[in-house]
């Protein structure tokens, strides 16, 4: 499955961005779908999740925030992000991979299909 993520862009604090993350080659109803994000000089850390029965889950720091959704008609996957702080500023990536148990979700080493980033800079 090949993944193309969209979206990002430049916003001020308090605004609020929605990210697309669309899915050619296989369809997304059979996927657990989520989305990392990886700032400068840190590590790749897991946001959000959304598995194929649309339970969600979400970083302690998004939630109330942050929330995902999935049209699988589009083969799409979302992430609605509001109240945006300068700390979420970061490439943000959706991945999936085959295979995913709920308690791996937010592990990235599970997953084998990434997106290739997308932008989100939040200026304070």
């Known amino acids: 499955v090949q993944l193309q993520a969209s979206g990002g862009g430049l916003v001020q604090a308090g605004g609020s961005l929605r990210l697309s993350c669309t899915a050619s080659?296989?369809?997304?109803?059979?996927?657990?779908m989520s989305w990392f994000r990886q700032a400068p000089g840190k590590e790749r850390e897991f946001v959000s999740a959304?598995?194929?029965?649309?339970?969600?889950y979400y970083a302690d720091s998004v939630k109330d925030r942050f929330t995902i959704f999935r049209d699988n008609a589009k083969n799409t996957v979302y992430l609605q992000m509001n109240s945006l702080k300068a700390e979420d500023t970061a490439v943000y990536y959706c991945?999936?991979?085959?295979?995913?148990?709920?308690?791996?979700?937010?592990?990235?080493?599970?997953?084998?299909?990434w997106g290739q980033g997308t932008l989100v800079t939040v200026s304070s």
């Open positions: 959304i598995t194929r029965s649309r339970s969600t």
């Open positions: 991945a999936t991979s085959a295979g995913l148990i709920i308690s791996s979700l937010g592990n990235k080493n599970q997953y084998n299909h």
């Open positions: 080659g296989r369809t997304i109803s059979n996927y657990h």
